[in-house]
């Protein structure tokens, strides 16, 4: 009765040109699958760096449209440092017409330095509805916010001043 969902973490490079610079950025996704009967699978954990950003993209394989929330970002458990909520902003619900696919926005993990240099498990809340608001399915999948590679640059050094507090 269910299907599957696939997991990605993907590297959309958006290169910027100028002073002789280029920055690459991180998208992470998961890819959502709503069955015929308006069930959803089980969505792997999800890893995504700290600092970058994060999208799903559903595929609605059933008959009718339906309304899918990301909701209820919780950490998965208290004795790891990490804010409460690992988004800057809210994910905006998606409508997702029969047969067809849609993305979320496109949203941003809080900055490396909240999370302390170690992977966070939050918990979250995938719901589907029908437009009219009756409830067809919800799952809580894991979102893993990671470290960057090489670690927290910045709010956590010698402090101010560099070495022997700025009196070389």
Same mark, same amino acid.
């Given at each position: 009765?269910?299907? $599957? +969902?696939?997991?990605?973490?993907?590297?959309?490079?958006?290169?910027?040109?100028?002073?002789?610079?280029?920055?690459?950025?991180?998208?992470?996704?998961?890819?959502?699958?709503?069955?015929?009967?308006?069930?959803?699978?089980?969505?792997?954990?999800?890893?995504?760096?700290?600092?970058?950003?994060?999208?799903?993209?559903?595929?609605?394989?059933?008959?009718?449209?339906?309304?899918?929330? $990301?909701?209820? $970002?919780?950490?998965?458990?208290?004795?790891?440092?990490?804010?409460?909520?690992?988004?800057?902003?809210?994910?905006?619900?998606?409508?997702?017409?029969?047969?067809?696919?849609?993305?979320?926005?496109?949203?941003?993990?809080?900055?490396?330095?909240? $999370?302390?240099?170690?992977?966070?498990?939050?918990?979250?809340?995938?719901?589907? +509805?029908?437009?009219?608001?009756?409830?067809?399915?919800?799952?809580?999948?894991?979102?893993?916010?990671?470290?960057?590679?090489?670690?927290?640059?910045?709010?956590?050094?010698?402090?101010?001043?560099?070495?022997?507090?700025?009196?070389?």
């Amino acid at each position: 009765m269910r299907l $599957f +969902a696939v997991t990605v973490c993907a590297m959309l490079a958006t290169l910027w040109l100028g002073s002789n610079r280029v920055v690459a950025q991180t998208t992470c996704f998961t890819v959502v699958v709503i069955d015929a009967k308006g069930g959803i699978s089980q969505p792997g954990p999800v890893p995504c760096e700290s600092g970058k950003r994060i999208r799903w993209k559903v595929h609605n394989l059933s008959t009718e449209e339906v309304v899918v929330s $990301f909701v209820n $970002f919780k950490k998965g458990t208290d004795d790891v440092e990490g804010p409460p909520d690992p988004l800057t902003e809210a994910v905006p619900p998606v409508n997702v017409k029969a047969g067809d696919d849609e993305e979320t926005k496109k949203i941003k993990l809080k900055d490396p330095a909240q $999370f302390g240099g170690v992977t966070v498990r939050y918990t979250y809340d995938i719901k589907v +509805a029908k437009p009219t608001g009756e409830d067809l399915d919800m799952l809580d999948p894991d979102l893993e916010v990671t470290p960057p590679p090489g670690g927290i640059k910045g709010g956590r050094g010698r402090g101010r001043g560099g070495r022997n507090g700025g009196s070389n």
